[in-house]
């Protein structure tokens, strides 16, 4: 283990800023975080122009963080598979899917959700 003398504050904004750097290459590299981040842009702005309750607030953030963070992890796996054994294998193969699979529950379970929140709101829209 390596030593330091940084105090647990400046340790602390350092791992916030390895992790914001994170993010950040996420946003910037991998086209399936930026399509989802996008979404998530967009449900935030629905949110506001359908005035959803603060519960429906809690609810639709928890929904988008469960997306990104499902993605990132599905990104991360991926590249960490493609690190360990860069040709195809059969193993690597079904551990990428099965990260994607993950990713694929993620998006179901926030389009169920964002029907929950907004088809009502729509349909009664379209009433009047």
């Known amino acids: 283990m390596k030593k330091t003398n940084d105090g647990y504050f400046i340790t602390r904004i350092k791992s916030l800023k390895y992790a914001i750097n994170g993010a950040y290459l996420l946003l910037k590299t ?3 975080i930026q399509i989802q981040f996008s979404i ?36 991360a796996i991926e590249k960490l598979s493609d690190f360990i054994h860069p040709e195809y294998h059969k193993k690597i193969g079904f551990i990428k899917d099965i990260s994607a ?20 709101k729509i349909l009664k829209f379209l009433e009047n």
């Open 40 to 75: 998530g842009l967009i449900m935030t702005v629905a949110g506001f122009l359908f005035n959803i309750s603060t519960t429906e607030w809690m609810i639709q953030l928890l929904a988008i963080g469960l997306i990104l963070i499902s993605e990132s992890l599905n990104t």
């Open 30 to 32: 991998e086209a399936s």
């Open 101 to 120: 699979g993950a990713s694929t529950f993620a998006a179901i379970i926030a389009i169920i959700i964002g029907m929950i929140i907004y088809l009502p």
